[in-house]
């Protein structure tokens, strides 16, 4: 079956730093990719998405692309904020029911 | 758009008794719903899929006469714990997936109901 693999955390940097969650993924055929962040005590919110090879998924200075070659989907951003502490979950969408596949999620606490 | 609202928030019941959870998409319709749990810093667990106008689908390990679930309408769908025990205390989360179009199958999530048996 599907499945996602992402770096286990906690991760804890700086503000200003620069943040990489590696994520890969195992799944028949082409998945569609999302990243989703949750805050504390918050629901899942969908950070960003790529439902195709090469494609790059792009929101509040995160980004993530779809590499088939690598079956990755890494989260960077360039310069992390204080209220970018949450935990982000890599998660792939296959097939025809809709059912996602969470990896276990990361921890990421942003420091002033 | 694409919102999705779960009612309550938080409930603390008592043991051996039975709790309703809500979950509406307020301005889509939703063919399908999930129900996930998630433990204290912990992924989410899906526990069944729901489609409405049919029973759900569960997950391996979930009891379903446990964990009710009913999709009424392509809008609400209820999980209902019965006779619930310390050990239901947990995070629960539902997700709406639109009907048809180009964003057909993207998830929207509820912001989760926090659950405590005593």
């Known amino acids: 079956g599907d499945s996602v693999t992402q770096m286990e955390g906690p991760v804890t940097l700086s503000e200003e730093a620069f943040l990489t969650i590696n994520c890969t993924y195992t799944?028949?055929?082409?998945?569609?990719l999302f990243w989703y962040v949750q805050y504390p005590g918050e629901g899942l919110q969908l950070l960003l998405k790529?439902?195709?090879?090469?494609d790059k998924g792009s929101n509040k200075g995160f980004e993530a692309t779809y590499r088939k070659e690598t079956t990755s989907f890494h989260l960077e951003k360039g310069s992390v904020q204080v209220s970018d502490s949450a935990v982000y979950f890599c998660?792939?969408?296959?097939?025809?029911?809709?059912?996602?596949?969470f990896g276990k999620g990361t921890l990421l606490t942003v420091n002033p | 758009g694409a919102v999705v609202s779960q009612h309550p928030s938080w409930v603390i019941c008592k043991s051996g008794t039975s709790v309703k959870i809500e979950c509406r998409s307020l301005?889509?319709?939703?063919?399908?719903m999930f129900w996930y749990r998630q433990f204290p810093k912990q992924s989410l667990m899906l526990m069944a899929t729901?489609?409405?106008?049919?029973?759900?689908?569960?997950e391996q390990g979930v009891e379903k006469d446990k964990f009710l679930i009913n999709h009424a309408s392509l809008t609400l769908s209820t999980l209902t714990v019965t006779s619930a025990h310390p050990e239901d205390s947990s995070f629960y989360i539902c997700?709406?997936?639109?009907?048809?179009?180009?964003?057909?199958?993207?998830?929207?999530f509820g912001p989760g109901t926090r659950l405590t048996v005593t």
């Open positions: 799944a028949t055929g082409y998945p569609s």
């Open positions: 998660t792939s969408l296959g097939g025809s029911n809709y059912k996602l596949t």
């Open positions: 729901s489609n409405e106008g049919s029973k759900a689908t569960y």
């Open positions: 301005d889509f319709q939703a063919t399908t």
């Open positions: 790529a439902t195709k090879a090469d």
């Open positions: 997700s709406a997936a639109r009907s048809g179009g180009g964003r057909a199958g993207e998830q929207y």
